[in-house]
Structures are given as structure tokens and as C-alpha cells.
């Protein structure tokens, strides 16, 4: 979130306009407040499992600010397919796997347990299907002997820092092909 928010300055063709976040506690809140980006927060702890009813909160707020584009980033609440069909073609998530590897959680442990040799990160639209929507942008890793969750986790990180805004960027120029990096 916060390599997006760097991002989008001087010619970048976005500019953040809300952070919100479905944790009170997230670190991201205060780091967005002190670039003077407006936060909000919907904690799903208040809806008690009802996953309708919290997305509907989500999409209220939403219209507040009325984002052209929303971006998933580290956001861990599966949504809802009424939710995503309002945003289809205008959200997008970062994934730490190379899609369509790895969809769910846990993708290090699982591309380590599979003696992959290449890891990394996708930048997908978000559709009904988790972590299933098109795919905009990959960025690879080498897995080296001796990784660990850990230590793969920090490798893709720095990754995921420059391929989510250089996809953005596209994206919202109109230009959806394919960003790869390195
Ligand atoms: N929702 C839809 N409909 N489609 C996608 O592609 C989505 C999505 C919601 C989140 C991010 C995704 C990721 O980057 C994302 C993509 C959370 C889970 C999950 O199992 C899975 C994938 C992603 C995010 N969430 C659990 C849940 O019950 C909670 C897990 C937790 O709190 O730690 O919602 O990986």
C-alpha cells in the first residue's frame, strides 16, 4: 500500500484517494494518515460471519469516495461474487504466488514443498474466483537452498514493492497487457 501511495505522484496517472481497512489495528492506517490520505476502517469482527452484510458495509463506504480503481493489498477477507461484480474490471490484488500457482494462503511453504526453483508475485483483477482473475503482471525469484517461508516471503517482497505500482500505472492508463519483471 505504502509503494503505491509513493507512486502516485508528479506523472503517475492515479492518486490515492481513501485507505480503507478491515483491521483497526493495521499498520497501514496510520502510515496512509501521515501522507494526509483519508482512512476508514469496516471490521468484519462486527458482522458476526455474515460476509454479505460486511461487503455491503464495504461497497457503502466505497461510494463515499468513489474510487475508479480499488486495490487489494494484503486485504484478507474473501469477498463476496455480488461484491466483486460491482468492481469487475476496477480491483485489483497483489498475490504472492506465480498465479495460477499457489491460489489461497500459505504460497511459500507450499512453492517450497513442491521443489519449485522459481517463485514470485502476481498483480490480478479480482473476480468471483479467488485469486483466479486476469492476470496483469508476474514478477519471479530464484528459490535458492536453505529458503525457508521466511526468508522466500522477504525475497518476494521488495518484488511485489515495484510490480504493483508499474501495473497500476498501466492499468490505469487503459493499457492492460502484461507487466514481467525483473
Ligand atoms: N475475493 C475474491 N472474491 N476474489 C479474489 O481474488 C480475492 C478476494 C479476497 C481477497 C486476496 C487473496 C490473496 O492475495 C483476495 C483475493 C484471503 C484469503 C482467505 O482465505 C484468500 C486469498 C486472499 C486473501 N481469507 C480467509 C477468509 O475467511 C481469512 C484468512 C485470514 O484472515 O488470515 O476470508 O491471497
Redesign the pocket.
Known amino acids: 500500500m505504502v509503494s503505491l501511495v509513493e507512486a502516485m505522484t508528479g506523472d503517475f496517472p492515479a492518486r490515492p484517494c481513501l485507505v480503507l481497512s478491515n483491521r483497526p489495528e493495521a499498520a497501514g492506517l496510520a502510515k496512509a494518515a501521515a501522507q494526509g490520505i483519508p482512512t476508514e476502517v469496516v471490521d468484519h469482527t462486527e458482522y458476526e460471519g455474515d460476509r454479505v452484510a460486511y461487503d455491503a458495509a464495504l461497497q457503502a463506504v466505497l461510494e463515499r469516495y468513489a474510487p475508479d480503481v480499488v486495490c487489494?493489498a494484503g486485504?484478507?477477507?474473501?469477498?463476496?461474487?455480488a461484491f466483486?461484480a460491482l468492481w469487475t474490471g476496477r480491483m485489483l490484488?497483489?498475490?504472492?504466488s506465480l498465479l495460477p500457482k499457489y491460489?489461497?494462503?500459505h504460497?511459500h511453504a507450499r512453492a517450497l514443498d513442491a521443489g519449485d526453483t522459481e517463485h514470485g508475485c502476481t498483480v490480478?483483477e479480482?473476480?468471483?474466483?479467488?485469486?483466479?482473475?486476469p492476470i496483469l503482471g508476474q514478477a519471479k525469484v530464484a528459490v535458492e537452498s536453505g529458503d525457508t517461508p521466511e526468508t522466500l516471503a522477504a525475497k518476494v517482497l521488495p518484488y511485489e514493492h515495484q510490480l504493483y505500482p508499474a501495473v497500476l500505472r498501466r492499468f490505469v492508463s487503459g493499457d492492460k497487457t502484461q507487466v514481467f519483471l525483473p
Request: charged letters at 15%; zero cysteines; proline letters at 8%.
Open positions: 487489494l486485504f484478507m477477507r474473501i469477498l463476496t461474487p466483486t490484488n497483489i498475490h504472492p491460489k489461497g494462503l504460497t490480478h479480482v473476480t468471483s474466483e479467488l485469486d483466479g482473475g
